[in-house]
């Protein structure tokens, strides 16, 4: 079956420190693959996502690359904000309907 | 446009009793999803309706129920509540749900505490 491998964290950054956060897939097929993130008592926002290889998700100066030949979606960022300090979901979408989700990166900015 | 709603926020329950959640999707999306969220077992999928049909479960035990509306709101339930099923309950909803490319977003959750 689909399953998703996330770094552990927690992860600790000072601002303006370059972050990246690991994530590889095991899936059948070709799956679109996905960066979900959840601020403190909030529910899952969708940061970025890719639907095939070589493909690359962007928003907010988050960053990510379909990675087929490594299976892998790795997230980066240049330089991180105090309000980047959340949990950082990978997770994809093969042939079955639901999201299989990695177990979260913590991450923690500091001033 | 909304996003996807939850109601309520917060619940708290002892052991034995059952829960009912309420999850209204955004307009126009007919796929509603439900995730469990625990700090021990992370997300997992619950089940998905569509066209107020169930055509997806996960593997949880048959206290845990739902149903869709003609609306497509969608409703869950767990009866004979036990305290591991203290979690944050996810819904989320889909425009295409058959695509692989199809997104899912998700709304604020609710939080449910069994004492």
């Known amino acids: 079956g689909n399953s998703v491998t996330q770094m552990e964290g927690p992860v600790t950054l000072s601002e303006e420190a370059f972050l990246t956060i690991n994530c590889t897939y095991t899936?059948?097929?070709?799956?679109?693959l996905f960066w979900y993130v959840q601020y403190p008592g909030e529910g899952l926002q969708l940061l970025l996502k890719a639907t095939k290889a070589d493909d690359k998700g962007s928003n907010k100066g988050f960053e990510a690359t379909y990675r087929k030949e490594t299976t892998s979606f790795h997230l980066e960022k240049g330089s991180v904000q105090v309000s980047d300090s959340a949990v950082y979901f990978c997770?994809?979408?093969?042939?079955?309907?639901?999201?299989?989700f990695g177990s979260g990166t913590q991450l923690t900015v500091l001033p | 446009k909304a996003g996807v709603t939850q109601t309520p926020r917060y619940l708290i329950k002892t052991r034995g009793q059952q829960v009912t959640l309420s999850c209204s999707p955004i307009s126009g999306h007919r796929s509603v999803s439900w995730y469990q969220q625990t700090p021990g077992q992370g997300l997992q999928f619950l089940f998905e309706y569509f066209s107020e049909t169930q055509r997806n479960k996960g593997n949880f035990p048959g206290r845990f129920s739902g149903r869709q509306f003609s609306n497509s709101r969608s409703e869950m339930n767990v009866s004979t509540l036990e305290l591991g099923d203290s979690a944050l309950y996810l819904c989320a909803s889909s425009l295409f749900p058959d695509r692989i490319t199809d997104t899912q977003y998700f709304g604020p959750g609710t939080r449910l505490t069994v004492l």
């Open positions: 997770a994809l979408k093969g042939s079955a309907r639901q999201l299989t």
């Open positions: 899936a059948t097929g070709y799956p679109s």
